[in-house]
């Protein structure tokens, strides 16, 4: 409880004594390109791959003459939108932009870069760690949607590459029944999860002690304690959204 | 002038200051030595307000900084310049940034009025 309350107490801190907007603006904008520009091609190859393989494991599952084979594609789009899009690419974000914002912060906080902003009168906590929630929020539902359309994408191609089921019924099975609130629940919990990721990983990075082997288990905390809160966010939201 | 009144500073149940007053006059060159270990960061930090006194108080002009609010220590701060052990250098930052960091992001001045980094190098 301690932590937690300490946790909310930084969150508070990000929003008072703020720098100009322009100050924020540009390290808002390095941060996306950081953060989102550069995760792209890792979350297309994982989404692509993880399409194609819900494709070939549905397909390998549902062999019943009673089940028409559209049903392979209805189900690669029910799991990606909700489940795969937005969950499991936030635990590959978590272990390559929450470790790698905690690591930035765990270092600048043990060679007194952070006791340099301080002196300066600057909130360091806000004038770091803003930006990067910022850039996570505005980056992450994107890289979601990015994720989403390459995973079926990928399950489309493998579906057609091993006649699975033909490009008619793929087509024709991602669009039967599409339910369009379902977008708009990935994307909620892609904000809750950009946040949270985020937030926490800043969190755990910002209050570093020690030396190059403490930030390295800052780095593997704020990895565990953000894919933890994750999927604790992910059941509440399916509980309370569906 | 930087006055400094009964500062005492402890971590768990190791005292590191006691008591410690002093002036430092505007103008002059101070020094604070001793042995490795004896409390010199500590009673720099505790004067710079990175670290929070257990007791004493610090006056920058006769400002009381130790008790000052947030807005009002960032204020202060924004007058202090202090030289890290380790540099404490933006690694991410090359030189010139490095040097027009606070004149970047502490001073309103228009564009064309600012003066680069390598000038003041």
Known sequence: MKGFGKYIIFLGSLVVRRETFKTYYTLTLEECVHIGIKSIL???????????????????????????????AQVVREMTILELAPTIMAIIYAGKVGSSMSGGLGTMRITEQIDALEVMGINSSSYLVLPKIVASLLMYPLLVIVSAVCA??????????????TSTEYIYGIRYGFNPYFITFALIKSFVFAFLISS??????????????????????????????????????????? | MIKINNISKSFADKVILSGISSEFDKGKTNLIIGSSGTGKSVLLKCIVGLLQPNTGVVYYDLRNFTEADKEMKSEIRREIGMLFQGGALFDSKNVEENVMFPLNILTIMPEDEKLTGLTFV
């Open chain 1, 42 to 72: 890792l979350f297309m190859l994982v989404s692509t791959f993880m399409g194609a393989v819900t494709t070939i494991q549905t397909a390998a599952n549902l062999v019943s003459p009673f089940v028409p084979r559209f049903v392979i």
């Open chain 1, 152 to 165: 079926i994408i990928g399950g489309y191609m493998v579906g057609s590459l091993t006649g699975s089921l």
């Open chain 1, 200 to 242: 926490i990983s800043s969190f755990k990075g910002y209050y570093t002690h020690g030396g190059a082997l403490e930030v390295g288990i800052a780095s593997t905390n704020a990895v565990t304690t953000s894919i933890i809160a994750v999927l604790l966010a992910d059941y509440f939201l399916a509980y309370l959204l569906l």
